[in-house]
């Protein structure tokens, strides 16, 4: 009632009116105070409310005394109020008088001042007992928009502070109440008006409560409005940084991390310095809070600032809770930052000392994903006992712990025992079905990169919610889904593959061309072909950042085209090849190898200058060569028809020598070199030069004479075939030298013939050629064996004649240049007195006449 007297000191008769209100003071003060304080908060029941009304009109000192006419319509409005309601509406009314006569420039009386600062004292007393005992949300917003002018800063921390508070125990009940979510929308943007208002008056705590609250509260980011508030309360913040106390620093850049708006390194800069300077004042939560923000806004500070603020962190790590010691291990893996000292080692042993029951799911997997993304050497105790205590909880642990927890292991190359590592593919398997579609593609990598391949029904499983969820994949999650399905050797099915390729061509303008390649890779491995709308838009996609390619990239995609057998184009490969010649330096001599294994696959012709240029890069590294390097190298080049140089040839056969000295050559590998270099000629050489080859032909069937080799008849056939080409080549002498052995000759013999013998359908070209020739009256056998029986022509005129119909497979599709296994063919023939007319497939004509004139011109050579 002290109040009420201090309202009614003002006009004239003071002492009348003091007289009356302390009798109506003294009155209310003789009833029972509790019952009365107890009913007014509750409402009370009818007959309190009864007398409340009874007893209003000793509240008249309070209502302004004005003519009769407005009297009577004040007393009636404040009539439906409680007498709270009443002093804040009194408080309005008075304030405003005195600030009109502010306004013209008169001067209050004293009595009237110090009424308005008792009444203003008075209103925020009352507003802040209401907003401390408002129970719900809706109320704290509720008295926010009615009471927005009595608002002082203080006031609105109080009220967000108690707003976040209520929103943990009203989030879930409110959620789906329209009128509470338009409530709110209102009482934010009141608030926010509020905040612009009195900001002038903040200091730091202030501006960081608010902040704090804000993102507690996760106030929407939509409108420019608040975006700009929080910009603007940052702004502030920075400006006042020097009198900002440990905790108002924590405060303001977690509730910055979680508003997704941050200040620009120099202000970040300057209030970790200020952090710094005040440290002795600090908690652990302080620095937690402010690395965990660092982490999320992904911002670098110095590594000095950094290392500062980890050590004064680790001072007192004892007083930390767990969920802050995995923040802060979080924050360094997230901002790639590995201390040089033992901070991480310690962070970890800390964490572990602590009681298991005090420990969570989360905390664990996170300091399982930060050591695994570090690569940080820790403690082997320390780390044991950190992987035993997430085994031991894995039941509990939820989509994205699983994964994480995983990730760790994969990235750690960690190898659990048979036992715990069931334990967790068992939780995987059983909580697969709310896994999303992140947790999904982490947790197939992390399985493919172990290397131990689960059982085929939990990777059904894991494929099957992948196929349900893939609308929502990343194109980094559809890579890594593919290269863990590779990696397990698990074929998941022509439906899911397609679904994939179908989403993977859906995103592929968003997918960098290192991971189209990647995943192109992976399809390949995985023997699917996807539609060739999808492979067109996959290659449109790629060449669209061509000139941003790595040799890797470019290498990758040659080889899925190369291994699925699909043909892009020349247009294509033509680009492709433009983009290899521009940063042939950069290639390493895995990439070089792989590169013009391609073409020759694909039956590309780079060029005699490009292949040159290539060997010579090659030959520049070739003691770092891989074997199958070596090897495809050869082939490839062979395969195009071309020959290697003097100054190329020495130094790659003296390499393959050394290699295949040191049995580093599977025994394929080695055949293939050595058809590959008597198709380039090798032959032809003198026998100083040949001597080095002949070594490796003789080591060489040492290797293949070994039984039970891998494609044993297939790689005899090849040195059959070598053998007969050493002899078209060199003569008697190459021949000799060169010579299979009596224990080998037959069963090389025999293996030659089973692939020549075998059947083979004539194609539209061949059977027109066979026509032409019977409009002619010529007469001819077709797919006839040579005398020998070695070859099978493909028409044979006379006992000396033979015509070659010659497809797009005899030549490079850009060039048309007669690739080696053609040039061999003819050369054989050449050597056992046969002339060979070739008919090319883009010289023949397609009217019959015309092609009778061409094919009489050419036999008439």
């Known amino acids: 009632m002290a109040m009420a007297v201090a309202v009614g000191l003002r006009g004239g008769h003071a002492r ?3 007289w009356r209100v302390a009798s109506a003071s003294a009155s209310l003060a003789r009833r029972p105070r509790p019952r009365w304080r107890g009913l007014l908060r509750r409402g009370g029941t009818d007959a309190t409310r009864r007398g409340r009304e009874r007893h209003s009109h000793t509240l008249a000192p309070l209502a302004s005394q004005r003519d009769s006419s407005s009297s009577s319509s004040s007393s009636s409005s404040s009539s439906s109020l409680d007498p709270i309601e009443a002093l804040v509406e009194e408080a ?52 926010i928009l009615r009471h927005e002018r009595s608002m002082n800063v203080s006031l609105i921390c109080l009220a967000v502070v108690r707003l976040r508070r209520l929103s943990k125990r009203d989030h879930r009940s409110k959620r789906h109440d329209p009128g509470g979510r338009k409530l709110r929308a209102r009482g934010e943007r009141a608030l926010e008006s509020l905040v612009k208002k009195r900001m002038t008056s903040m200091n730091t705590k202030h501006i960081a409560t608010i902040l704090h609250s804000m993102a507690a509260l996760r106030m929407p980011a939509k409108q420019d409005q608040k975006a700009t508030l929080t910009q603007k309360l940052i702004d502030r913040f920075v400006l006042l940084v020097d009198g900002a106390n ?33 440290s002795p004042e600090c908690n652990s939560q302080n620095f937690s809070n402010t690395l965990w923000a660092l982490g999320t806004m992904n ?36 901002l790639d930052f590995n201390p040089q000292s033992d901070i991480f080692d310690q962070i970890v042993s800390e964490l ?84 999303n579609s992140q947790a999904l593609s982490t947790t197939l990598w992390a399985i493919g990169r172990i290397g131990v391949i689960p059982s085929p029904d939990m990777l059904f499983a894991l494929t099957e ?121 950069d290639y390493l001599n895995i990439h070089l190898a792989n590169q013009v294994w391609c073409y020759a696959t694909l039956s590309y012709d780079p060029g005699e200058e490009f292949l040159s240029r290539l060997i010579g890069c090659f030959i520049l590294s070739l003691e770092s060569s891989s074997p199958q390097a070596l090897a495809n190298l050869v082939w490839a080049v062979a395969s195009l028809g071309y020959r290697l140089g003097e100054g190329h040839r020495a130094p790659l056969l003296a390499e393959v020598w050394e290699r295949a000295s040191r049995n580093e050559f599977s025994g394929q590998e080695l055949t293939n070199i050595i058809w590959a270099f008597v198709v380039m000629g090798v032959g032809d050489l003198g026998a100083q030069s040949r001597e080095p080859f002949e070594r490796l032909w003789r080591h060489t069937l040492g290797e293949v004479t070994v039984g ?50 075998k059947d083979s359908i004539l194609s539209r070209f061949h059977n027109d050629v066979s026509r032409c020739l019977d409009r002619l009256g010529i007469t001819h056998q077709v797919e006839e064996l040579t005398t020998n029986g070695y070859l099978s022509v493909d028409i044979l005129l006379t006992e000396s004649v033979v015509i070659e119909v010659d497809g797009p497979s005899h030549f490079s599709a850009n060039t048309l240049k007669m690739n080696g296994s053609t040039l061999a063919r003819n050369k054989l023939l050449e050597h056992w007195s046969y002339k060979v007319v070739s008919i090319p497939f883009y010289g023949w004509p397609s009217c019959s006449e015309e092609q009778e004139k061409f094919l009489s011109a050419l036999l008439m050579r």
């Open 246 to 278: 440990g905790q108002a620093i924590g405060n303001m850049i977690w509730a910055c991390g979680k508003l997704g708006e941050y200040p620009d390194p120099e202000a970040l800069e300057k209030i970790v310095a200020r952090l710094l300077a005040v």
């Open 708 to 757: 039970g080799t891998k494609g044993r008849r297939k790689q005899l056939a090849q040195l059959f075939h070598s053998s007969l080409l050493m002899e078209a080549q060199g003569g008697a002498e190459a021949a000799v030298a060169c010579d299979l052995p009596t224990s080998l000759h037959q069963l090389a013999e025999d293996s030659w013939r089973a692939i020549v013998l």
């Open 16 to 18: 009348a009116r003091q």
């Open 299 to 334: 911002q670098r500070v110095s590594d000095h600032t950094l290392e500062l603020l980890l050590s004064c962190y680790v001072c007192k790590v004892r007083e930390s809770v767990p969920q802050g010691m995995s923040n802060v291990l979080w924050a360094m893996a997230r």
């Open 465 to 585: 919610e992948v196929a349900l969820k893939i609308k929502s994949f990343t194109p980094q999650g559809l890579s890594n889904v593919l290269w863990a399905m590779t990696s397990l050797s698990y074929n998941p099915g022509a439906v899911v593959l397609r679904l994939i390729s179908l989403e993977v061509s859906r995103k592929s303008r968003k997918i960098p061309s290192k991971s189209l390649a990647s995943i192109m890779k992976s399809f390949a491995l995985l023997q699917y072909l996807p539609e060739k709308a999808v492979m067109q838009n996959l290659t449109e996609s790629f060449l669209a950042t061509v000139d941003t390619c790595g040799p890797q990239s470019i290498c990758l995609l040659l080889w899925s085209y190369a291994s699925l057998s699909y043909n892009p184009g020349i247009d294509v490969l033509d680009i492709l090849h433009v983009r290899a010649a521009s940063i042939l330096g």
């Open 352 to 435: 572990m000392s602590r009681p298991p029951e005090e420990m969570k799911p989360q905390d664990l997997a996170n300091a399982m994903w930060s050591i695994g993304r570090l690569q940080c050497t820790i403690d082997e105790g320390s780390l044991e006992q950190l992987i035993s205590s997430s085994v031991e909880m894995i039941e509990v642990f939820n989509q994205q712990e699983l994964s994480l927890t995983l990730w760790g292991l994969a990235r750690m190359d960690y190898r659990l025992d048979d036992a715990r590592y069931k334990r967790v593919l068992a939780s995987v398997h059983s909580k697969c079905h709310t896994f």
């Open 92 to 143: 309005v009314e008075v304030n405003e008088r005195l600030r009109q006569k502010h306004r013209q420039g008169r001067h209050p009386h004293r009595h009237e001042v110090r009424s308005g600062t008792a009444i203003k004292a008075n209103v925020t007393n009352v507003l802040r007992m209401k907003i401390k005992k408002a129970k719900t949300e809706d109320k704290v917003w509720s008295i």
